[in-house]
Structure formats: C-alpha cells, structure tokens
C-alpha cells in the first residue's frame, strides 16, 4: 500500500512536498511515478524516479520547479513542488512500478489513495 500525504492549500509562488510512503520492504526495487488529476481532466503524468534514483524524469509542465527523490531507508519518495500555480492544482497519485519507470499510468502495479493540492492565485 502506498500513502500520500502533504497536500494542501498554496498560493501562486508557494512550495509543498508531498510525501509517498509504504510498508514494502521491497520498495527499493520499485520504481516510482507521480501522476495527478485535475477536475475535469485526464491524469496526467508529472514525474518519475528510478529504483535506483536515477534517472528520474519529469513533465514538461514541471521540469525545473519539481524534484523528485526517495529514501529507500524510509520507504518514502517525495514530490518537492516550488514556484506552484493554479495550473498544478488537482490530486496527486503517487505509483510504483517494478523495476523500470515508465511514463505511462497504465504501467504501475500500486497507487495511493491521492492528495489534494490547490493552489489559488
């Protein structure tokens, strides 16, 4: 099981980190997607990391304002989200794959429950 947790209310410039944490004690083997879904539309891939941390990948929406890590010590990836804006709100769905990472929803095996994230401007 995967859980999400650090959402919330931001407003235009601010940052959050949304953490993904499980009990897996296989999770260093998985590699680890975010995704998110704003009201109205498709989910969306956002960025990946690595079972090994990298390489990771991000959306072009996000590339240099995201950052992507994990510590397989914790069991925990994290999503650092800087310089958000109303454009990034919706739920954010971390995702575990095995192994390889992937770009594609449909390829994860594992998803949490999502977190909110609104950002007013």
């Known amino acids: 099981q995967l859980e999400e947790s650090g959402g919330g209310l931001a407003q235009t410039g601010d940052s959050l980190r949304l953490s993904c944490a499980t009990s897996?004690?296989?999770?260093?083997?998985?590699?680890m997607g975010w995704f998110r879904q704003a009201p109205g539309k498709e989910r969306e891939f956002v960025g990946y990391i690595s079972w090994s941390g990298t390489p990771t990948s991000y959306a072009a929406s996000v590339k240099g304002r995201f950052t992507i890590s994990r510590d397989n010590d914790k069991n925990t990836v994290y999503l650092q989200m800087n310089n958000l804006n109303p454009e990034d709100t919706g739920v954010y769905y971390c995702a575990a794959k095995y192994f390889r990472p992937s770009l594609s929803s449909s390829d994860y095996d594992y998803w949490g429950q999502g977190t909110q994230v609104t950002v007013s401007s």
């Open positions: 897996e004690r296989t999770f260093s083997s998985y590699s």
